[in-house]
């Protein structure tokens, strides 16, 4: 059975990025009837934080994404100490002293004399007369897996096949001196005992696969397959890590984005296929194909969400909106009509209030400076509400008769004059809607 995981860790909110490899994972493991795992890495105890972990819930719930089980790495302490102890019997696993400056300063010595900056293994050739006494002088040590330095390889389900030579690569830290299991053991035991059959994560994971694969061999694990899928930039092609703050799926949500857009966005950006608006994460499972993503870095621009957002608003009945509606201020007894005039007009749900502003207020127009005077006598032309359908046509008609303007020169300073936007509604739909009689903003 094919059996996937999303392994978030619970230091801050889920952004953008993270939800590739979630999604990705997810429609593995249900295109093929499998299980679809949900792994809290929270053995950072001073980091991890719990409401992080609701915030997890949330978004993955908010998207559609459905777990089969909830892991809790805090909750794996013992299988990690056991996997330690079984490594350091087998010689895999071993105790070493050096300090963060120590460690950089042999970095910078071997990249000086033109050698790859890998870790030289000293530790190996210490007694153990010598390590208590360390241990005494310094009261921690960290530990290292020993690498077999012999040429890694494997089939990548993006990437194509991967070679990494072992040699190259130092031996990675288990285990921190603060007694602290870091991300490498604990990932590498979790897929083993829970028999994950199919990883899908970031480029950035690439050298950790080639160590996390002799770590699997070494406890007697079958290697999954892996598939690593290219980081996204920004529109520009910069770097996208440092505005993932601004891009966390919280604030996508805060600010009105439809849960559809993402996933139908981010089930194709990287791909050969079209980005397709989908109705359901069933419908984005569906037609979802792990080999069309490449290398290549993927632009990432949160203005796409936009378009995708108002095509799935401008689909939904009033019935699934009415809450939304509610929360803008607007009475119900025009909610249906007022969402059958703004639907078509609005790019997220965070628009709606913006709108109601303009006909329960009447206060929300402006005019160019050119325009001042022709809307100040479009205005005396115009009566007090209630408004019908009919009304704008009489109004347009009047002040057309009574300035002479037609066309764009007539219709859109007053489009301005009523709404301040250069588009909108239809005007003859807006009209009947207004609380109050227009006017310019102050």
């Known amino acids: 059975m094919t059996t996937t995981r999303f392994a978030p860790s619970p230091t801050g909110w889920l952004h953008i990025g993270n939800l590739r490899a979630a999604l990705f994972n997810y429609a593995i493991a249900r295109q ?41 790495q805090s909750d794996r302490l013992d299988r990690y100490m056991a996997a330690k102890e079984k490594l350091i019997g087998m010689g895999r696993l071993y105790e070493c002293f050096e300090t963060p400056v120590e460690l950089d ?59 990494i030579d072992a040699a190259s690569v130092s031996d990675p830290v288990l285990i921190k001196d603060s007694g602290q299991v870091l991300y490498t053991l604990a990932s590498v035991v979790d897929d083993v005992e829970m028999g994950v059959t199919d990883i899908v994560r970031g480029s950035d994971h690439v050298t950790n696969t080639a160590t996390q694969i002799q770590i699997i061999e070494a406890l007697g694990g079958t290697v999954p397959r892996f598939a690593h899928h290219s980081l996204l930039t920004g529109p520009e092609g910069e770097a996208l890590s440092k505005r993932l703050g601004t891009l966390s799926l919280r604030d996508l949500r805060a600010e009105g984005i439809a849960p559809e857009a993402v996933i139908s966005l981010m ?163 807006l009209l009947p809607l207004m609380q109050v009689k227009p006017g310019l903003k102050g």
């Open 267 to 429: 089930a194709r950006l990287g791909s050969s296929e079209p980005v397709e608006l989908r109705a359901s994460i069933d419908e984005v499972v569906a037609g979802f194909k792990l080999d069309t993503f490449g290398p290549a870095p993927t632009k990432f621009d949160k203005a796409d969400l936009g378009p995708l957002t108002a095509r799935v608003l401008a689909a939904r009945p009033y019935q699934e909106v009415a809450e939304a509606i509610a929360d803008a201020g607007v009475p119900a007894d025009l909610g249906p009509r007022f969402w059958e005039m703004v639907r078509e007009n609005i790019a997220t749900m965070g628009d709606l209030a913006p709108w109601w502003e303009v006909i329960s207020t009447g206060r929300a127009g402006r005019a160019e400076a050119e325009d001042e005077a022709f809307v100040t006598e479009a205005f005396s032309l115009l009566g007090e509400p209630p408004y019908g359908p009919e009304t704008w046509g009489e109004w347009t008609a009047a002040v057309k008769e009574a300035s002479g303007r037609k066309g764009k020169g007539l219709f859109m300073p007053l489009r301005r004059a009523v709404t301040g936007r250069d588009r909108g509604p239809e005007m003859a739909d």
């Open 105 to 163: 300063l042999k970095r910078k010595k071997q990249l000086n004399m033109g050698k790859p900056p890998v870790y030289d293994r000293a530790a190996l050739e210490l007694s153990d007369e010598e390590k208590d006494r360390l241990r005494a002088e310094r009261g921690g040590s960290h530990w290292r897996f020993l690498l077999d330095r012999e040429r890694i390889e494997w089939e990548d389900g993006i990437l194509g096949p991967i070679s």
């Open 32 to 72: 093929s009837g499998g299980t679809f795992i949900l792994r809290i890495d929270d053995t950072d105890a001073e980091r991890s934080k719990p409401e992080f972990i609701e915030g997890i819930f949330e978004d993955l719930g908010w998207l559609g994404l459905s777990w089969d089980r909830v892991e809790k």
